[in-house]
C-alpha cells in the first residue's frame, strides 16, 4: 500500500522547488505523481505552487475521476492523464513555464539541435509540440505521437512538460531543459553557434534514441 501522506508531502516540495528555481510563478504549471496503477496525486487548479498545502493535491483515477480532495484539479489534467496512459513507465509528469525554454516554444524553436552533448545523452531532442489549448484534451493530442518517444517536450507558444520515473528525475529534467534554452539563447547572442559534427554526435549514449537520424540545419518543427 502506498504511503499516501509522504507522496503528498513529495509533490509538495517538488513544487516548492519549482517555484523557488523561477521555474513557475503565480499560478503556472501542474505537477503529479502516481500512487498505483489506478490512481495519481495532482496539484489543484488556480493555486499557486509556491505555496501549496499537503492537502492540496486531489486524487484521480486513472479514467479522470476525481477521488479525494475539496479542490477542483489542475485544468491540464487531461495532458497527465493522456501520458499516464501512454508511458507505464512514468511515475511523474511536470509542467512548468520556465522563461526561456517557453521563449523558445513562443518562437518556435525546438531544441532539436546536436549542440550539447548531456542534452543530446538525456534527451536525444526536445521536440516542440504543435500549439493546442491549454486546459483542453487537444493539448494531449497535439503530442500523442511524440509521447512515446520522449521524455522532454516544448509546448508551442505555452511552456515545457517533462516526465520521469520519479519526481526528482522530472524536476531534475525540467531544470535541464530551461538551463539548455538559457545556454541556446546566450551563444546565440554572441553568435558564432556551433553544431556537433556527426562523428561526435555518434559517439553520445543518446544517439540511438534518434534512430541515427538526427535533424541538423533546421531550428524549428514547423
Ligand atoms: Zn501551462
Redesign the pocket.
Known sequence: MPDIDSLRSQLTEFCQRLYDRDLVGST???ASVKIDLHRFLITPTGSNLGYLEQDDPVILSMEGKQLTGDKAPSS?YHLHLGIYQHRWDIQAIC???PIAATACATAGVALDQPILPEIISTFGIIPLVDYGT?GTPELFEKMVDLVGRYDAFL?KS??VVTLGANLDEAFNRMEMVERCARVIITANLIGNIRQLPEEIVQKLPGFEVLNGQFQTGNSGKD
Open positions: 503556472e504549471g501542474n491540464e509542467h512548468a513555464h491549454p509546448l505555452h511552456g
